[in-house]
């Protein structure tokens, strides 16, 4: 069964991707996800969506199977031309949940995974925001056929790229080229802790583990 790879161009394909996104996601469970997806498929797609249409960095990329139709997995590569952090950035929060512990959690964990990275990446880069396979169609070259799409177009630029990488995702990336430059341990805290608060961490899985990985130019 061939796999095609395609540039998203339109919102429709962008609800199928997403359909695959939430699976894939779920299987096995990934709580930067859990903590991401907010309440609902309907109100994150739209969320998601918006965010890919105010950054211009963005280009979401899906692959199908060509036998069937069906969309099998998906890809953020974001694309800075320019060093991002050349101004400072205001920080991402998890704006999506209500005032109250489960925001504060989310907050916490969007703060740890992004502070770190001006560290890296103050430079023009290619930054892997999202990559996803569907649980029924793993190991069948859906990854890799997503990730050629950004590595040919770093070397093309002579750009590094980066990504952070749950321990799952590893060795896909490390097919890729990729190398571990850092780890991220991500948890969140308060001084009077309530059952709200405790049950949020539990819900997302903390604490978590990341690896922090880097793809040097490859000369052609």
Known sequence: MP???HELTTDDEFKAMVAVEHE?????FNGFWEMLKGFSQEEFCA???????HDPSSHWLYVTDEETGDVV?????????????????????AYWFPEGPMRQVGDQLLLGLTTRRPRYMSKPHLLI????????????????????WGTDKADELG???????????????????FKVIDELN?????????EEFNASREKFGCPMHAWVMKRDVVST
């Open 3 to 5: 796999l095609k790879l």
């Open 24 to 28: 894939a996601y779920d299987k096995p």
């Open 129 to 148: 925001s999202y990559c996803f396979v569907h649980s029924a169609h793993r190991n069948r070259g859906v990854a890799s056929l997503m990730l050629k």
């Open 186 to 194: 991500l948890d969140a805290h308060t001084d009077a802790p309530n």
């Open 73 to 93: 997995g998906g890809i953020q590569w974001n694309l800075y031309e320019t060093n991002p952090y050349a101004k400072e950035q205001p920080a991402l929060t």
């Open 47 to 53: 969320r998601q969506l918006s965010w890919h249409r």
């Open 159 to 177: 750009l590094e790229a980066f990504v952070e990488s749950t321990d799952i995702g590893r060795k896909a990336y490390e097919k890729a080229g």
